[in-house]
């Protein structure tokens, strides 16, 4: 717009200069110069303007880049702004198995929403399909309003997803601290967010300088957790934190993912559920590699029959 602006002015003093030089009884050849200089020197000020209001127009280059930027999203989508996370009817396969055969669930930002199902209904591969581990061969996942459905594990987790798998995946030689500063994915995370993991779990620090392998089950769920939280994730994925655990460490495991839902969107995937409809607000049932229902847990607590028939639990 501003170059527009420059250029007619310039043409103008071009045109008009020689004009007024012939009223003047000037020679015009002259004018035309002097028009010249004038239009060249009054583009000046129009360019010198487009110049200092360049970085502003583009200043979302400014920002640091996204790891997803120039990655092959169809635009921006159109999610529910409500929602952190959306997946649509995905279709995943592990070598030829058709293994999730159309699993939609949608995760409100701040919420705890809980996957639920029999054991081999699908929910550890509805994460491990979120997080690119298992990308789906159909159907789309929506991250932030970005299409996240092709990209590759190492895009998802730089998006700012956190991923807790099965089983408490932790370094078991390596001690506390060494677990928590490889789990950093840029310099400062840990130092930023260490006294955040440390008021959620006092126990790590307490045991920071003991190999991961010398700490209880409870303790290396905490640990597991806690690395998920030393990058800045904005979202975090945890598969079956209970498993396994003594009632008493469960509960103050709950007590800790409560805490931290405060601060971060959690998708859980929860066997256990007494635990599952204390903590979550939402959930969605997977069956067979179908979601077949979702809503608020309030109301699922209140439908026995459902729980009885997908959870086998009443
Ligand atoms: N590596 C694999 N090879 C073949 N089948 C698998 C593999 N992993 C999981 N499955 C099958 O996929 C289905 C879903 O597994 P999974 O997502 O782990 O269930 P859940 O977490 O609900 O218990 C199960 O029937 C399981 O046997
Ligand atoms: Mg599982």
């Given at each position: 717009m501003l170059i527009i602006w420059a250029a007619v002015g310039a043409t103008l003093a071009v045109l008009i200069t020689p004009t007024v030089y012939r009223n003047l009884n000037q020679k015009p050849l002259d004018g035309l110069i002097i028009g010249l200089i004038v239009g060249i020197i009054g583009s000046v000020p129009g360019l010198l303007v487009f110049w200092l209001l360049l970085p502003y127009r583009f200043r979302q280059s400014d920002r640091p880049p996204h790891p997803l930027d120039g990655f092959r999203w169809r635009g921006v989508a159109q999610m529910h702004s409500n929602n952190i996370l959306e997946v649509r009817d995905i279709h995943t396969f592990i070598g030829q198995f058709h293994i999730l055969e159309g699993v939609s669930l949608e995760v409100p930002r701040g919420s705890i929403t809980v996957i639920l199902g029999r054991n081999g209904a699908g929910k550890t591969t509805t994460l491990r399909s979120i997080i690119g581990l298992n990308n789906p061969r159909s159907g789309s996942i929506f991250y932030n309003g970005r299409n996240i459905t092709h990209a590759t594990a190492h895009e998802i987790a730089a998006s700012g997803i956190g991923y807790v798998p099965e089983?408490?995946?932790?370094?078991?030689?390596?001690t506390v601290r060494e677990n928590l500063e490889i789990a950093a994915r840029k310099r400062g995370d840990l130092e930023r967010n260490q006294q955040f993991i440390f008021d959620l779990f006092p126990d790590l620090q307490r045991l920071i300088d003991l190999p991961g392998g010398n700490l209880s089950g409870g303790q290396q769920q905490m640990l597991a957790i806690a690395r998920a939280l030393v990058?800045?994730?904005d979202l975090l994925l945890i598969d079956?934190?209970?498993?396994?655990?003594?009632p008493v460490i469960i509960d103050q495991l709950m007590a800790a993912i409560k805490q931290l839902a405060k601060h971060k969107t959690v998708l859980l995937v929860e066997q256990n559920f007494r635990v599952a409809s204390r903590l979550a607000d939402r959930y969605v049932i997977i069956d067979d590699g179908h979601s077949v229902m979702s809503g608020d847990m309030a109301d699922l607590i209140k439908n026995p029959d459902v729980i009885k028939r997908y959870l086998g639990v009443a």
């Open positions: 089983h408490r995946a932790i370094f078991k030689e390596l990058p800045d994730n079956e934190p209970s498993e396994g655990l003594a």
